[in-house]
Structures are given as structure tokens and as C-alpha cells.
């Protein structure tokens, strides 16, 4: 995170006493590179390594899918069914080193707590809406919303009524920062950045709960899942303070930037990883020269992969891409708009998509759930008149990508 917060009681000094109700608090310091990257210091009613039992570690198992042949995907979500909650709905759709991308719909509350001891959460809520309860305070979601959790925070998800929950889930090795180009040197966004700090939304209910009994908490840790119970309520928390938070954005708060002629996807930049950084596409106007061609030129991702979301907009009057579909286009491979896209769009104004884009810089490998929701067609969607077996309606086109 980019500014300091504090909430709570804590002490005028760090690493002195802080009392309540008679007892000495148990201070916790949870930080990132040993000491010098950015942590945050908490204030416990109760020792937190206290354990009531162990559970046997769990390693996450990647059932990978190679496909047959390099080509261009579409996957389309739009009927993965809902049932878990937050962590357990959660579909491993690609995955490289430093990056995962789950899709999830969870269906109920989680009961117990979950940790990620390993890499950063970013969470896109495409629906739904609800509470990351966190030892750090609630931090409620809704559509559209980014929620950052650094490693570290223990939290649970409680979706707010029984309203459909879709949600782009992608776990990162690296932090997960606000881009450096968008900040000065004490950490403020920069005025030409898409969004400012009024715009960042830290825990707003600190839930201080003094309860003893048999609370589940599962750490990410090792590639695996660890289960812990543990004898006090893990929000026993009276303060904390520092610079590791969850915090959420709205995409529908950014403030897009348009230029003359076409933009890369780099100026709609949003956040970034390592090994990847994550674009939004929102509504804005498009390009403005007389000679203009308000859409993606055709382009080579020689060296990254671009995996897009779709969340909302035009593109849903389209065959083939609508809400939820996500497209693949993988290194080494040229794409762009397919034909007569490029003419459609002459005089445009403007575009009302909405769309999350991921530019991973190494390979993306795919797993079952990719197989599972591939469309084929899509490789075959720039050559509307070939017709192969794997097109299942190649006279169709379907929408250019977004960027
Ligand atoms: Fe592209």
C-alpha cells in the first residue's frame, strides 16, 4: 500500500506496552524482505501462535492440460456453477510461476479463516457483493471492485445475501503494488495517474472479539494447504497501524486516458505484479483524428501473454464473446481485429466495454477447467471463410480483442 494507516488503540511508541482491561497486549509485526518492506504492527488481546490442533498438510494439486495445438482461446465461465465459499469455489484456470488465475463463485460464507502465507490476493468481483472480515478491520466489496489483500492478513469472505457471486481471482507471487510510475517518492499518486488515493478504500470496522473456542484457520503455504485450530477468535485485534492492508478499488472509479490516435494497453495500466501487470479497460472516448482507426492495430505478444476478462459492454451484442468469456492470446501469435471489425468501427465515439486484461510475461500453462470451458472456434474466428473441423461457425465473426 502507498500511505500509512492507522486504527485502533496503539501506543505512542512502537514496541511498548499497550494494556486493556488489565492485560499487557501481545504485539504482532507481520512485514514483507525481513525488515525493510512494508509491514504493519497489531495490538492482540491473546498470544497468536496458539494452536489447539494441527491438520495434515494439503498440496494443492494442478491438473494441467496441455493443449494439442498453440492457438488462440476463448473460455467462456458464464455457466460455471456457483458452490463453496470463497476459498473452497475457487477453479485454477492458468498458472505460471508468478502468477494464478482462479475463477470462483461462491455460494455461502466462509466459516473459518484463511491466511495466504505465500503471495498477494487480487480479487475482482465481477458480482456480488459482501465483507472480507479481517483481523485489520471489515473491508466490504461490491461489483467492480478490486480487493488487494496482502500476504499475511487473515480473513474471511461473507457475501452479502443470496445474489449471485463471480469472482476473478488471481494470486501472485510478487507483490501486488500500484505501479511506480504512478507514485512520487513519498509514496502519492502522481496527478496523471488513473486514480488517486480518495479513491483506495482501507478496512473501515476494526471487530475487537474477546471469544474463546475451536477457530479453523488455513494457511497457503508451500503450494499447499495447512489447517490450524486455534483457541481465541483470530479478530481479537484492539489496533494496529502501518503500510500492509487490505484495500479495495472500483474499476468504475478510474479515470481512463484517451489519446488521438490508438493507446497501447499500458496506459490503462491498474496494477503491477511480478511477471504480469493487470490493465482496465473502461468506458471512454476513442481516438479523435480524422484519419483514426478507433480499434487495436493487429499485434504479436512476442513475450507475453494476454489473458482478457470481459465484464461488461458492448461486446456482449457480439456472437461468441459476452460477459464472463475470457480470451487467451498467447505468445508468438499475432491478433487483432478480425474482418470488417476495423471498418465497423470508423466514426465511433467512444467505447462502453469494461474488461480486465492480464499481461503475464512468461507462459501460461492451462489446466482441466481451460479445457473444460475452451471454445475452438475463436482460433478460427480471423478466417471466417475456412472451414475447419474445429470451427464450429466460422462464417460468424466474433468481436475484436480489447487491446
Ligand atoms: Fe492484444
Aim: negative net charge; glycine residues 8%.
Amino acid at each position: 500500500m502507498t500511505s500509512y494507516h492507522r486504527f485502533g488503540t496503539v501506543p505512542p511508541k512502537r514496541h511498548t506496552q499497550l494494556w486493556h482491561e488489565g492485560r499487557l497486549l501481545v504485539e504482532e509485526v507481520i512485514g514483507l524482505e525481513g525488515f525493510d518492506g512494508p509491514s504493519s504492527t497489531l495490538y492482540h488481546l491473546h498470544q497468536p501462535m496458539q494452536l489447539r490442533q494441527v491438520g495434515t498438510f494439503r498440496p494443492l494439486a494442478r491438473d494441467e492440460w496441455q493443449p494439442d495445438h498453440h492457438l488462440h482461446h476463448h473460455f467462456d465461465s458464464r455457466e460455471l456453477a456457483p458452490g463453496g465459499d470463497a476459498l473452497t469455489a475457487r477453479r485454477l484456470l492458468a498458472f505460471n510461476d508468478d502468477l494464478e488465475v482462479w475463477l470462483s463463485r461462491p455460494d455461502r460464507a466462509m466459516v473459518g479463516w484463511y491466511r495466504n502465507g505465500e503471495a498477494d490476493e487480487l480479487v475482482f468481483v465481477h458480482e456480488g457483493a459482501g465483507t472480507f472480515e479481517t483481523v485489520l478491520g471489515d473491508l466490504p466489496y461490491r461489483d467492480g471492485d478490486y480487493v488487494v489483500v496482502p500476504r499475511g492478513v487473515t480473513y474471511r469472505v461473507v457475501p452479502s445475501g443470496p445474489g449471485p457471486q463471480r469472482h476473478l481471482v488471481l494470486v501472485s507471487s510478487g507483490l501486488v503494488e500500484v505501479p511506480a510510475r504512478y507514485r512520487n517518492g513519498y509514496g502519492q499518486l502522481l496527478e496523471h495517474a488513473p486514480y488517486c488515493q480518495r479513491d483506495l478504500h482501507v478496512p473501515a470496522n476494526l471487530r475487537t472479539v474477546d471469544e474463546e473456542g475451536d477457530y479453523t484457520v488455513t494457511l497457503r503455504i508451500r503450494g499447499g494447504l495447512q489447517d490450524y485450530v486455534v483457541p481465541f477468535h483470530p479478530c481479537d485485534v484492539v489496533g494496529w497501524d502501518g503500510y500492509l492492508y487490505p484495500w479495495t478499488l472500483n474499476i468504475h472509479d478510474l479515470e481512463p486516458l484517451a489519446k488521438q490516435i490508438h493507446p497501447p494497453p499500458p496506459v490503462h495500466q491498474t496494477f503491477e505484479g511480478r511477471g504480469f501487470m493487470v490493465c482496465s479497460f473502461v468506458p471512454r472516448p476513442v481516438d479523435w483524428h480524422p484519419e483514426a482507426v478507433p480499434i487495436p492495430y493487429s499485434h504479436a505478444n512476442l513475450n507475453s501473454e494476454e489473458l482478457i476478462y470481459y465484464v461488461a459492454g458492448s461486446f456482449g451484442s457480439r456472437k461468441g464473446i459476452d460477459v464472463a468469456s475470457l480470451t487467451l492470446h498467447p505468445s508468438g501469435l499475432t491478433h487483432g481485429p478480425q474482418p470488417g471489425v476495423a471498418e465497423a468501427s470508423l466514426g465511433s465515439t467512444h467505447t462502453d466495454e469494461v474488461a480486465v486484461m492480464i499481461d503475464a510475461f512468461r507462459p501460461l500453462r492451462l489446466t482441466a477447467l481451460a479445457r473444460e470451458l475452451d471454445r475452438p472456434d475463436y482460433a478460427w474466428s480471423w478466417t471466417p471463410t475456412v472451414h475447419l473441423d474445429q470451427a464450429a461457425d466460422p462464417a460468424v465473426p466474433t468481436p475484436g480483442p480489447l487491446a
